[in-house]
């Protein structure tokens, strides 16, 4: 069978270099002898693996010397407990902007740990925009303000950082990371699960500024502390060896073909190509607001419920793969990250077309 073009928002494509390169080595890794899914954590040819791995990961975000790259397990949705645990300070606060589902659920996991607010919230309009908020909006005690910078489900991007003065901007940027160039230094957390855009689900990267780490409450679980996993070069137990492989071969590519500028410059390419014919015509429909559109999931609607079904199934024969929207929200989802091919997208516009021609709404 030939590969399709698979729009699944997660876990999702990867590149096909990457891929190949992984199975031309899967048998028989470097003279190890053995595969790196055979490899102890502790081993001599392990140890460049994962050095690798972040090496080319702060290279490619320019990551400057006073972060750490963690290398974790239990996705993001782990990070919505692990950030108030180790940011939140006992009886202190933290604020919240509530733009998505995941955003929504990160905050309702820091609720538990003390008092957090919700700053802004796009909920009342099913989170067609990002809201905006400035500086004086946010709590001046609060440990942290927390986004969620690409929602994923609804297909708005943040269009700005917040301006959060001194107070640690922490992000979640599961469905966005290594999609652009982004200035880690205004951030002071920012976390993915890696199955969106950087490798196979199991592993989550933490990006954390130094002098926030070593804060976690005393009854923090050891596997979430920040501090643990920081002096323990996240090898306290045993990491996502495979996965952590995978992430590197997934940054040495974007590097090969010109780091995240030129990654940038194809997204956009992507994403123009598929929201212009969006506009172009009144078929179906974008549903989010345009100037927080984001790049990597696309959503639009007939706005007709079977013709949404019909549209999905037809696709998913032709060889588009996973368009249909998330089960909250209905309608249609293509997620175009960083390993899906322009031709991908081209395709996609032209069943568009056609279906549309061939299914007339009366
Ligand atoms: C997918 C996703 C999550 C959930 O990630 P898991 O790794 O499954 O826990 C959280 N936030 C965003 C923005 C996502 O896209």
Known sequence: MERVYNFSAGPSMLPLEVL???????????????????????????????????????KLMNIPDNYKVLFLQGGASTQFAAVPLNLLSVGGKADYIVSGQFSNKAYKEAKKYGDVSVVASSAADNFSYVPEISHADIR???????????NTIYGTKFHYIPDTGDIPLVADM??????EPVDVSKFGVIYAGAQKNMAPAGLTIVIIREDLVGKARPETPSMLDYKLMVENNSMYNT?????????????????????????????????????????????????????????????????????DKKFASEAAKAGLKNLKGHRS?????????????????????????????????D
């Open 174 to 179: 599961s469905s966005c990371i290594i999609s």
């Open 20 to 58: 190949e390169k992984a199975k031309e080595e899967m048998l028989c890794y470097g003279e190890s002898g053995m595969s790196v899914l055979e490899m102890s954590h502790r081993s001599k040819d392990y140890e460049p693996i994962i050095q690798g791995a972040e090496a080319a990961l702060r």
């Open 329 to 361: 929200v209905g309608g249609m989802r293509a997620s175009i990250y960083n390993a899906m091919p322009y031709e991908g997208v081209v395709k996609l516009v032209e069943f568009m077309k056609k279906f549309a021609e061939e299914n007339p709404k």
């Open 239 to 307: 990491p996502p060896c495979f996965c952590i492989y995978m992430c590197k071969l997934v940054c040495e590519w974007i590097l090969s073909i010109g780091g995240l500028e030129e990654m940038k410059r194809r997204n956009e390419k992507k994403a123009s190509l598929l929201y212009d014919y969006l506009d172009s015509q009144d078929y179906y429909t974008a549903p989010v607001v345009a100037r927080n559109r984001s790049m990597m999931n696309v959503t639009f609607v007939t706005g007709v419920e079977e013709l």
């Open 140 to 150: 001046p005690d609060a440990d942290y303000l927390h986004v969620c910078f690409n």
